[in-house]
């Protein structure tokens, strides 16, 4: 290869990328609104006596309904047998636990048993919320 064709290659190329390199560079959204979104911050510091502005959410008062419950909280284990949870509706599985007595279903509940966490995994529900979820479940 001669020198003109290295030296015309080497033009060629150089060509082309300082085309790509622009193109690319412009490509960006240069206007100033899109600049200031890209460099504002993230976050933000709440000096001490601020208050700051916090969304609110609706709380439901009083108790949940056992339906609630079991679609919010149980159906994740008892709807697939996870870890050897009884299924909804497996009146087999629950009868052998109906067997042990209400109150001993109720503390299981409660309290856990085996691979089911305390309150499966509703922290917050009340004795009466996991009862009547319990319920629920036997109702289907």
Known sequence: M??????SRCLTLFVISA?????????????????????APVGSVYLQGDIP????????????????????????CHSTGVAGA??????????ARMAQGRDALNDHAI???NAMPARGTCMDCTDEEMIAAIDHILSL
């Open 86 to 95: 009884p299924k909804a509706g497996d009146t087999k599985a629950w009868n």
């Open 53 to 76: 502005e916090i969304e609110t959410f609706d709380i439901p008062s009083g108790p949940r309904s056992g339906d609630n419950v079991y679609n919010t909280f149980c159906i994740a």
């Open 19 to 39: 085309l790509f390199f622009a193109s690319a560079a412009s490509a960006g959204n240069m206007s100033e609104e899109a600049i200031a979104q890209r460099i």
């Open 111 to 113: 309290n856990g048993f």
């Open 2 to 7: 001669s020198q003109k064709e290295i030296s």
